[in-house]
């Protein structure tokens, strides 16, 4: 059974650092993996989704990696600001139930001005 | 603008009552799914549909059901079989297997 994990759980980081969110999953018999902002009490809104062919996916500040192998995935914001403040969800598409996404727990993120 | 649309935004539910969650997408997809969030815990898959009149239990069905009559419309009702509703709920659809999925805004259910 696939098990996503994030850590941490939550970071804190002045504004204009660097952001590294963790993603890692146990079986690498993925399809995708797709990343994830969700504001409180908000829906999800896509970032960036990385195929399993691909190794990293970039948009703007966002800057995502993809090891299948040993199973990680890495987010990168760059020059972090205050509106960066959100959870983030990682989460990985396999063969095992059509389209399912299996989920992390997220990783709540404050970028103090 | 194309999309997913959820609603009501906040639902209320009584004990023992049934109540049905709207979720509705203009972006030609085929596959749709529901999805509960808890705090603290990763989103987990209830039900989901690849085309119209045809769908699939996910890991939390139990209390839950769902019908698929248009492409467009995959509504959730919580049954008063569901011991612990109170929730966020998201609708998510997709067009295909490997591309990119897209969430609604979400619905909060609370038991009163």
């Known amino acids: 059974k696939q098990e996503v994990t994030q850590i941490p759980a939550a970071l804190s980081v002045p504004e204009g650092e660097n952001l590294v969110l963790n993603c890692s999953f146990t079986d690498s018999a993925i399809y995708n993996l797709q990343w994830f902002r969700q504001d409180p009490g908000k829906g999800l809104t896509s970032l960036l989704l990385i195929q399993s062919s691909q190794r990293e996916q970039t948009s703007g500040r966002l800057n995502a990696s993809l090891d299948k192998s040993s199973g990680r995935s890495t987010l990168y914001i760059a020059a972090s600001q205050p509106g960066d403040s959100a959870t983030y969800l990682c989460?990985?598409?396999?063969?095992?139930?059509?389209?399912?996404?299996?989920f992390g727990a997220g990783t709540q993120v404050v970028v103090t001005p | 603008d194309g999309g997913i649309t959820q609603s009501p935004k906040y639902l209320f539910r009584k004990e023992g009552q049934n109540v049905t969650l709207s979720c509705e997408q203009n972006l030609n997809h085929d596959a749709m799914y529901w999805y509960r969030q808890d705090p603290g815990q990763g989103l987990r898959l209830i039900y989901y549909s690849q085309i119209v009149n045809d769908f699939q239990k996910g890991d939390i069905a139990e209390g839950y059901s769902v019908s698929r009559e248009k492409k467009e419309s995959f509504p959730l009702t919580v049954t008063s079989a569901q011991k612990n509703p109170t929730a966020f709920y998201l609708c998510a659809s997709a067009a295909q297997l490997n591309t990119e999925a897209f969430f609604g805004q979400g619905t909060r259910l609370t038991v009163v």
């Open positions: 989460a990985v598409k396999g063969p095992d139930s059509w389209g399912k996404l299996q």
